[in-house]
Antibody
Framework: QVQLVESGGGVVQPGRSLRLSCAAS????????MHWVRQAPARGLEWVAV????????YYGDSVQGRFTISRDNSKNTLFLQMNSLRVEDTAVYYC????????????????WGQGTVVTVSS | IVLTQTPLSSPVTLGQPASISCRSS???????????LSWLHQRPGQPPRLLIY???NRFSGVPDRFSGSGAGTDFTLRISRVEAEDVGVYYC????????FGQGTKVEIK
């Protein structure tokens, strides 16, 4: 069964750090680019970051550039999001998502979503 | 790229059709010739799930009552006959330049 399971969320004070993890199973993790997408309370969806299948290229949304770092360990089928200098506006459910584009055939969307992990930034 | 969905809320009658519009601030035609506009559905308390990709391609397992159309900057999601399980929020999403989402359209039963 193809599955993504996020962990690491919690309540943290502004300015502090948090590290999210996403455990993948049921597919060849190292074949796929992976993203983080977040959803603030009662708000829409915001793309956060993407990392290529081999971890060589990462890109970030403007609101997190310079503060967040995406990484992966393909030997452990795990994706990470290191979040530093957290702000109140980073409060959201963070989803780990799979980009189904492989072998040069781009799909341009996200086919597998985790259940999400909640990050609350509050003093 | 900004995506604007209309309406923001859509009360529908079971068995009747429904449609949602998504307008982009720029053309979504990529240099590779593809148009990267997709539609996702989010039920309450659940993560989004992919319905349609590249304008009109139904994702695996998606019922054929869902269809997508459009080109350039104007796109539409249609549900031919709404069922109870179709309630929730629908998002359009573009992947031509980075990734952005529309603000969502809430579909509820009258």
């Amino acid at each position: 069964q193809v599955q993504l399971v996020e962990s690491g969320g919690g309540v943290v004070q502004p300015g502090r750090s948090l590290r999210l993890s996403c455990a993948a199973s049921g597919f060849t993790f190292s074949d796929y680019a992976m993203h983080w997408v977040r959803q603030a309370p009662a708000r829409g969806l915001e793309w956060v970051a993407v990392l290529s299948y081999d971890g060589s290229n990462g890109y970030y949304g403007d609101s997190v550039q310079g503060r967040f770092t995406i990484s992966r360990d393909n030997s452990k089928n795990t994706l990470f999001l290191q979040m530093n200098s957290l702000r109140v506006e980073d409060t959201a459910v963070y989803y780990c998502v799979r980009d189904p584009s492989v072998g040069g055939s781009r799909v341009g969307s996200f086919d597998i979503w985790g259940q999400g992990t909640v990050v609350t930034v509050s003093s | 790229i900004v995506l604007t969905q209309t309406p923001l809320s859509s009360p529908v009658t079971l068995g009747q059709p429904a449609s949602i519009s998504c307008r982009s601030s720029q053309s979504l035609v990529h240099s590779d010739g593809n148009t990267y506009l997709s539609w996702l559905h989010q039920r309450p308390g659940q993560p989004p799930r992919l319905l349609i990709y590249k304008v009109s391609n139904r994702f695996s397992g998606v019922p054929d009552r869902f269809s997508g159309s459009g080109a350039g900057t104007d796109f539409t999601l249609r549900i031919s006959r709404v069922e109870a399980e179709d309630v929730g929020v629908y998002y359009c999403m573009q992947a031509r330049q980075s990734w952005t989402f529309g603000q969502g359209t809430k579909v509820e039963i009258k």
